[in-house]
């Protein structure tokens, strides 16, 4: 396959091909990942918000930008006919997230007295790969 051919199928063409779409999240991820940790970064250093309220609106930011990259340019055709029934299971598996990105982040500043951006590196690593597994499962075929 020619280089071109393969930067048009990585990038362009929609595909049901398991190794684009989890190359293709990876990079939603971060996207996510970046607006989620400046919501979260800019509400505690900026308003002085607890990280932990912080990290709920940045979360929730992400998730938003996460859901319209996903369905725009990663998964693109799903199991449901409501895309509001859609959104609803993809919001509750991000609630799982939440969940799971709390109880780090605490264990991460509260417990080990760390930095709570690292902590949220931590936490995306495992909160991205549930994510995916799960909304690949559930949603979108």
């Given amino acids: ?3 071109k051919e393969l930067a048009e199928l ?3 063409r929609k595909t049901q ?3 684009i779409q989890v190359f293709r999240y990876l990079i939603v991820s971060g996207i ?3 607006v989620d940790t400046g919501v979260l970064a800019a509400l505690t250093e900026l308003l002085g918000l607890h990280y932990l309220v912080s ?3 940045g979360y929730l930011t992400g ?3 996460n859901y319209a990259l996903s ?4 998964f693109h055709s799903s199991k449901l006919e409501s895309k509001t029934a859609e959104f609803a299971i993809f919001v509750a598996i991000g609630l799982v997230g939440l969940g799971v990105n709390e109880l780090i982040l605490w264990g991460w500043v509260g ?5 709570y951006v690292y902590g949220r590196m931590v936490s995306a690593v495992i909160g991205y790969t549930w994510k995916y597994v799960a909304r690949k499962w559930l949603l979108f075929r």
Avoid: D
């Avoid at 417990?111 to 930095?115: A, D, E, Q, T, V």
């Fill in 1 to 3: 396959m020619k280089l």
């Fill in 10 to 12: 990585a990038f362009k």
């Fill in 17 to 19: 091909k398991l190794t």
């Fill in 32 to 34: 996510s990942l970046l």
């Fill in 55 to 57: 990290a709920v609106a």
């Fill in 63 to 65: 998730l938003v930008v």
């Fill in 71 to 74: 369905r725009a340019w990663v």
């Fill in 111 to 115: 417990l080990f007295g760390l930095h």
